[in-house]
Every structure is written in C-alpha cells, then in structure tokens.
C-alpha cells in the first residue's frame, strides 16, 4: 500500500479506509469511477447475476475495513471502474475513521436491501427504516438476500457474521451471464470546465442494454440463423390443411348418405 502524501495524516487513513480487494497497490477509486445509484438511474437494475457479484466484492471488502463510516453503503456511495472493481467512496472529513467498536448496524444490514437496491431499481436512499420484500426479487437472489438479514430482523450484526457470508457468497455457484466488468463498462465524458476527478461532471452518455432485452436479441437471432424453424411450421400446416379437407369430404359423404 503506498500513499499519496505521507505527510498529511488525514490522507493516509482515508487511503488505509479503501483497500481494494482485487488490486492492494490501486489506493484510490479511478477517475472514471461511477456511483451505484448513478448507474442505476442511468441504466436500470442490473442482471442478478451482476447484482450478486456486487454485493459479494462488497462484502469482501468490508471484511478488511478495520472502521466502516455508517452509512457507507449507500448507492451513491459505492462506486464501480470499468473494470468491474467496487470502492467506497471515502468517509466525509467529520467523519471520525478509528472507530472504538467491534459491531456494525446500518452497514450490515444494508448489503440486503443493497442487493434489492440493484437488482429492483428501488430505494435510492437507504435507512435503518427500510423495509425489503425479499420474495420480489429475481431468482437466485432471495436466498442470498436473506442471508444478509440478522434472523431476528435487527440491524445488530458483527464482523464475524460479516466475515461469515462473505465466504458463503463466495462458495455460491452462480451463472454469470453477464459480468459485472460488461455492466460497468459505460461511457463517461466530462464536460471542458471540470477537472476530471471532479464526481460532478459525469456523464453517462451510453445507457446499458437491459438484460431481458440482450436475451430476446439473441433468440431472435437464432430464429433468423435457423430455417428449421418455418420448415417445421409449414409441415404442420400442411397436416392442418389435409385435416381440414378430409373432415370436409366425410361430411359431404354423410350429407348424400
């Protein structure tokens, strides 16, 4: 880990507060970096696919966090790069970084309504007063979100219970159809006046195709690439019309009978 300016205290536990769990040496979130709730206001909820890769490279990064921020689990404050890395965006500078505790509340209790966050579009905010209906969200995340509630629907929970589901979220076997390096592949500009590490000045000018409709592309695709498909509809067509033809002549027959 290096820092920026070891002379300056308040920057070297800033950087301490976000180590990256896939690069150590990456100290700070890049400029191109965008927030959640940006992402998701600009393109929808993400495939669950993506949605529980996030919230698993969140939940490993919080298990090296020594003081989480309460509140960091907001949407606008978890940022994602191109690559696909999350970061949380640094505490406030009121914000006291050594915290004497070994509990977590809202930021526990967040990771579930997080991932119902990403994956529904709904609830940009998130408080302790949020309520989640869990069986709503898109298969196989209910089961997932529902570990990352305490069982008692409290927001009490601890680093080991963090630690816990974590590696549980990790041994879990999902198919990722989509990536979360693909989702957060997103093209950004900044406007002339605005330095480029400037929050403020993103724009994302190229929204994500929703995954439904990537599914329905390619199924037509395939029909298109495919002719077996209008052989076989006009065999049964046929059939159907020499049915009808010969139920006719058995009535005619009946008729004159």
């Avoid at 994602?80 to 006291?96: F, K, Q």
């Avoid at 998130?126 to 309520?131: I, Q, R």
Wanted: charged content about 25%; proline content about 9%.
């Amino acid at each position: 880990m290096t820092f920026p300016s070891a002379s300056r205290p308040d920057d070297r536990a800033a950087d301490q507060a976000r180590v990256s769990g896939a690069d150590v040496g990456r100290d700070a979130p890049p400029a191109e970096a965008v927030s959640l709730a940006d992402l998701i206001a600009d393109s929808g909820p993400l495939p669950p696919d993506a949605a529980l890769e996030c919230v698993q490279r969140l939940a490993e990064r919080l298990t090296r966090r020594a003081s989480p921020a309460c509140d960091s689990l907001r949407p606008s404050n978890v940022l994602i790069d191109d690559d696909g890395e999350v970061w949380l965006r640094d505490p406030s500078a009121n914000e006291p970084l050594q915290r004497a505790t070994t509990e977590l509340t809202d930021d526990m209790d967040s990771l579930g309504r997080l991932l119902a966050f990403l994956s529904t579009g709904n609830g940009g905010h998130l408080d302790a007063g949020s309520v989640v209906d869990v069986a709503t969200l898109p298969p196989p995340l209910p089961t997932v979100a529902g570990r990352l509630f305490s069982r008692n629907g409290s927001c009490y929970r601890s680093y080991a219970e963090l630690a816990r589901e974590a590696a549980a979220l990790r041994g879990l076997q999902v198919e990722l159809a989509t990536p979360l390096k693909e989702t957060a592949a997103v093209d950004v500009s900044f406007e002339p006046e605005h330095p480029p590490l400037a929050a403020a000045a993103r724009d994302v000018t190229e929204p994500l195709p929703m995954h439904s409709e990537s599914i329905a592309a390619d199924r037509r695709e395939e029909s298109e690439e495919s002719p077996q498909a209008d052989v076989g509809d006009r065999n049964w067509l046929g059939v159907a019309v020499l049915v009808l033809l010969v139920l006719g002549a058995l009535a005619a027959y009946a008729a004159w009978g």
